[in-house]
């Protein structure tokens, strides 16, 4: 078997958008509802097998470049990927996404990949992308626990703000990779990295 290829990803997005969540799906396959906040950077590994090539994927999840917009720079420098994230329930994380890709586009390496990822497609509350059943049952269960979504900072109740099809036409004309995703539920997860995956392999 060939030696892996080993590849940097940095993840970047306004707070709370799901960046950790995913990479903790991505690489442990699991979820914490009450997620503590990143401290700084942290930086996890995960392979991707393809038809015929392996690669190592360094996962940089990074915290705090709200505040401390000036280290961002170093997080995304020689990074080969990016995933950029936002939440579907809030349609300024969208904004905040596309200025991150603006910064990437004209600052980071001219090669690199970039994903545009909605996150948090379980409180959708519409079909347009999910399987409906899986949709209903995830807002049943939510609605049960009113207690822990305040305690959360209600998450539940939240529905889609960012039709798929806006942010899609934007990642097309942009040139970016677009998935929509549940880290609470996996769906879209795996195939972010392997969407990434791939288009790499081809450079
Ligand atoms: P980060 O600041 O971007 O790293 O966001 P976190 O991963 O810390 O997640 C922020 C909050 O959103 C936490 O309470 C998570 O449990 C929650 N969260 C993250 N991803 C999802 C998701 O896909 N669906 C739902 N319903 N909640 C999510
Ligand atoms: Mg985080």
Redesign the pocket.
């Known amino acids: 078997a060939a030696k892996p290829i080993q590849i940097k990803v940095v993840l970047l997005?306004e707070?709370?958008?799901?960046?950790?969540?995913?990479v903790l799906r991505f690489v442990n396959d699991e979820?914490?509802?009450?997620?503590e906040?990143?401290i700084g950077a942290a930086f996890l590994t995960q392979k991707v097998r393809l038809d015929d090539s392996v690669l190592k994927l360094d996962i940089w999840?990074t915290?705090g470049q709200e505040r401390f917009h000036s280290l961002a720079p170093m997080y995304y420098r020689n990074a080969q990927a990016a995933v950029v994230?936002y939440d579907i329930t809030r349609s300024s994380s969208l904004d905040r996404a596309k200025s991150w890709i603006k910064e990437l586009q004209r600052q980071a390496n001219p090669n690199i990949v970039i994903a545009l990822v909605g996150?948090?497609?379980?409180?959708a509350g519409d079909s347009a992308d999910t399987a409906p059943g899986a949709a209903d049952a995830s807002a049943e269960t939510e609605s049960t626990s009113v207690d822990a979504d305040e305690a959360?900072g209600a998450?539940e109740g939240r529905s889609r703000q960012v039709a798929a099809a806006t942010a899609r036409s934007y990642a097309e004309e942009a040139g970016l990779l677009f998935l929509e995703?549940?880290?609470?539920t996996g769906e879209g997860v795996v195939e972010t990295f392997t969407e990434i995956a791939k288009k790499l392999d081809l450079n």
């Open positions: 997005g707070a709370a958008v799901g960046k950790s969540s995913l979820f914490q509802e009450n997620k906040p990143t999840d915290a994230v996150n948090k497609l379980d409180l959360a998450e995703t549940s880290a609470k």
